[in-house]
């Protein structure tokens, strides 16, 4: 009967996360399509196959880009760095909010297909949560007005929302279910932050000492890559686009 009762609750747990997962993408995607419609009274200019071609493109760069973590001397182990929103800032500058929602989902995918997962999906479930709290402000901010200055602003304020956001996150939803579904104790959870920072004695301390300067640390290095990346590749976009567009003509 106890069996059961545990079996029923990993069932519940898991079945509640993956209605998490889907609800906030849901949420994510309809909030960056109201934008892009109702505010920046567009539609897309590439076909629907063109532009989910570009969306595949970039996030197989970027799933790839998630394959090289580089761990960090102030943050447990479970906190690593990767490089794989900057595709995803050039592809979601290129095509709008939209397009960077859907690369950030495309990406875990293509991480969980070709390496699984470590830490029972919520790793997975924080990189596209976390991500898409860069991407989408940097985003909006950028095509309100195109210019490099706007795309300067929108990556400094994506920065910002992604410290706060990312740090309130992990503390009230991200570390209680990791410990949960990884089976893994809060106190353990911490312990291990101990081991780098003996000043980590708490969710909070945790969130402030490996968090926080994770979440900044990361946010300026994608900012400084993106801006010396896009203005050399979108050319690029833009002279395949004109191609496929003289391909249709004909």
Known sequence: MENLKSLYLQVKDNLTFVL???????ALFALALIFERCVLKQRKKLGSTHFLAY?????AMAGVLMFIEIPLFFAPSFYEIDLSEIPIMICTFYLGPVAGVVAELLKIIVKLA???????????FANFVVGCSFVLPASCIYHLKKSKKSALWGMVAGTAVMTVFGSLFNA???LPAFSKLFGLPLDAIIAMG?????????????????VVPFNLLKGIIIT?????????????????DERLRQRHAK
């Open 55 to 59: 969306t595949a493109i970039f996030s």
């Open 20 to 26: 998490t997962c889907l609800a906030v993408f849901a």
């Open 224 to 240: 400084v890559v993106t801006m010396l990346l896009y203005k050399r590749v979108s050319p690029l976009l833009h002279k395949g």
């Open 114 to 124: 070709f390496k699984g997962t470590t830490t029972a999906f919520v790793g997975d």
């Open 172 to 174: 009230v939803y991200l």
């Open 194 to 210: 101990g081991e780098v920072n003996s000043a980590i004695n708490s969710v909070s301390t945790l969130v402030l000492f490996a």
